[in-house]
């Protein structure tokens, strides 16, 4: 069940024995809340050690203290046996702690050299800038990652993973001696994460400590050397990664067992919810986005879409939601026999489609606004008499709703942005579930989301379902494709290669299907 | 599950000064002109009903103009061009009463028409076009002076009563009830309808929602460029009331009138808490900011202050009000 990255031969040689990094007793008080209680952590030169909690558990904070953000209540940090106790995140960066943040923190219209020298920049004689030898060092230092990019080249024309390596590279310029990596694959396809795994095989040869934090167990296993567990603000453990399996990390994550994170179901099928008849999208430049897509979901059935990245997923679901424009759609998309026009977002939801993006902060949720208005924002037609909205029966239906699919939220006029992701996910769930929708697109739903939301999020998937509501779900969590599914179509290059049933689905099959180029469009590309 | 720890850690007397920050922000200002208000014969100048009557006639104009304002600024957008629009709408007006001898009613009809049409116009360039509003409002800022002038004379059109005049029922405009001038009266009701439609209407959510996130509110079925169109000309026609208005009491409507405008509305709608990047405000704000605005030119004016001390006080009073904004909103 477990995806398989192909990557170099990992070099084990055992971490040396005087620990780089060491934090003893690190206690952060909130008023309100504990936010870590007495939190330990060591990180040794050349190891991989990798961070696991839900969120909300205290990662995030503790790599705050480190990099000197917050500072500590109670407790000493050592690095390299000194006493260590940042004031701000500049002095940490100095003493060698550095953070490859998820968001990067790059100028996208400065060019590779101007951002790796971005604050810094080499000075010739005259006080003017030194191009060459700024150039020729950023060459030297890619290199020394194994990367090789034009150095003249604009950062927006890079792909992420680029981005995040000359960040490392950068990191590596500045004499770090710790590297935290926060969710640095989010964003990467499969080969880019290998490639980064490499790029971190080398780190560790060169006596970098390598601090991991990632909700991806797969990877988690496949890069780290030892994993501690923090629950709560608590330290609940730190041991050598061969000696965790799946399940007991998961019981130390949550503090208890997960053995049902996929709900097992029995669903009986419908009529026909979704049928989609030769659609295709154009993208610019006459290019294909999709091509004759041909498929149907049924009520009550949970169809996945699998493909590697850019494979059309999100394409499918955004063109049967009416997303694109118009005029590069061609195809019929028929709603329960009856064939409808999606020429907006607007008509797709009278037809009763409900659509929970990939992206909840950039494209699903109003973050400045409440709990309450974001949950309604789609269902204010329910709620108006005459001209005016009944905000008594709005407040009413939206606390139902909220309270089903049990959001935590202080209350209802919360600001969503102060929501953790899962509850936030849960929200932009509701605001559908409130229209009682036919048919439901699910791009990456439990993406950045911790085990315990994500087994929530089944829960309500599989619910749903179960109550006739026909669900297409994206996603490149394979686990979560092959246990949810009762059918999974391979998308590549914007086709559907493969159609597999519950019984036939491996993740070898998925990935077969999903690599299945056409040869005379890979040139194109 | 452990909240965002940063929100319990305020103080919560910072916490409530900042909250009412505006009605704080009027009271602090209004007992300024208080203590530095001139007396005469043992009155106090500033407080004296007239006075605060006239501070509230004074600000009508801009006060109209900012709650159109402040509904563009909740989608995200600006409109630069009030300032015009209001010249525009004025001349017209004043050319339809007083060479086409045309009634009372019909003007305010018509000119409410040019001034929602120049707002359709602005909506309509800015979301099919997808020109940023900011540049389609400055072009319309141009051509409707320009428009104005060349299709009404370059002068000032009086409007006067009498005979081959303006009806008398135009000057309603100028007169006071109960002591409080008409715009005055105008203006609080335009308030409190508009903010009853943000409240209380789908189309009101629907605002704060494309300001907030534009992708979302499409995505959550909220027909974006429709919602921005109507903003536009909702703000539009508010400049034409104020146009209106304006000739009314100046007896005139000029083609080179309302210059500047458009910045003392944005600064109202500013000062009064609604975020530049949409989806944050209120209508009271705007009010409560342009009201401010007005008493600290009255306060300025009756201590004989030069009008550019008032600039430097404005443009001051806008740097700290949003610097307190922002401390609320990082909290």
Known sequence: MQTTYPVAPTLMQPPSKIPLLEMQGITKRFPGVTALNSVCFTAFAGEVHALMGENGAGKSTLMKILTGVYSTDEGSIFLAKQPFMPSNPRSAQRSGLAIIHQELNQVPELSVTENFFLGRELKNSFGLMDHKKMRFETIQWLAELGLHLEPERLLKHLRVAERQLLEIAKALSLNAKVLIMDEPTTALSGEEVSQLFTVIDRLRVSNIAIIYISHRMDEIFTISDRITVLRDGHYIGTDTATNFSRNRLIQMMVGRELSDLYPSSQRNLGQTILRVKQLCVQKSQGKQALLNLEFSVAAGEIVGLAGLLGAGRTETLEAIYGVPNKKTVAGKIEIAGKLESMKSPHHAIKAGIGYVTEDRKGQSLILARSVSENTSLAALKRFTKGLFLNLKLEQQENLVVIQKLRVKTPSLETPVSALSGGNQQKVVLAKYLLNSPRLLLLDEPTQGIDVGAKAEIYAIINELAQAGTAVLLASSDMPELLALCDRILVMCEGRITGQLSRQEATSARILEFATQFKPQYQETL | ?331
């Not at chain 2, 004296?48 to 909740?74: H, S």
């Open chain 2, 1 to 331: 599950m452990i909240a965002n720890p940063t929100i319990s850690k305020r103080n919560p007397w910072l916490e409530t000064a900042l909250r009412f920050q505006g009605y704080l922000g009027l009271l602090i200002v209004f007992l300024i002109g208080l203590i530095f208000s001139p007396v005469r014969d043992g009155s106090n100048l500033f407080v004296d009903p007239i006075n605060q009557a006239n501070i509230l006639r004074d600000i009508a104009e801009t006060g109209i103009i900012a709650v159109g304002m402040t509904f563009v600024i909740l989608v995200g957008e600006i409109d630069l061009s009030v300032g015009s629009v209001l010249a525009l709408t004025a001349t017209f007006s004043a050319a339809m009463l007083v060479r086409l001898n045309l009634d009372t009613g019909v003007v305010i009809v018509l000119g409410l028409a040019v001034g929602g049409l120049s707002g359709l116009i602005n909506g309509v360039v800015t979301t099919w076009v997808r020109i940023p509003s900011f540049v389609v409002t400055l072009a319309m800022m141009s051509f409707a002076r320009g428009f104005a002038r060349l299709a009404l004379g370059g002068l000032a059109i009086p409007v006067i009563a009498g005979t081959g005049g303006a009806p008398d029922s135009f000057f309603v405009f100028a007169q006071r009830w109960f002591g409080i001038p008409v715009p005055a009266i105008v203006m609080l009701v335009v308030a409190i309808i508009s903010g009853i439609i943000l409240r209380f209407t789908p189309f009101g959510r629907h605002v704060y929602a494309v300001g907030g996130n534009p992708i979302a509110a499409r995505l959550s079925g909220v027909r974006v460029d429709q919602v921005k169109i109507i903003v536009f000309v909702i703000c539009g026609v508010l400049t034409a009331l104020a146009g209106i208005i304006h000739a009314a009491q100046l007896n005139q409507g000029s083609p080179n009138d309302g210059v500047g405008y458009e910045l003392n509305a944005i600064a109202a709608v500013v000062i009064g808490g609604t975020s530049l990047m949409g989806g944050i405000g209120t209508l009271a704000g705007s009010i409560i900011g342009a009201w401010m605005l007005g008493m600290i030119d009255n306060i300025l004016g009756l201590n004989n202050i030069n009008s550019d001390v008032q600039l430097l006080i404005k443009g001051a009073l806008i740097v700290a009000a949003v610097g307190l904004q922002r401390i609320q909103r990082r909290a």
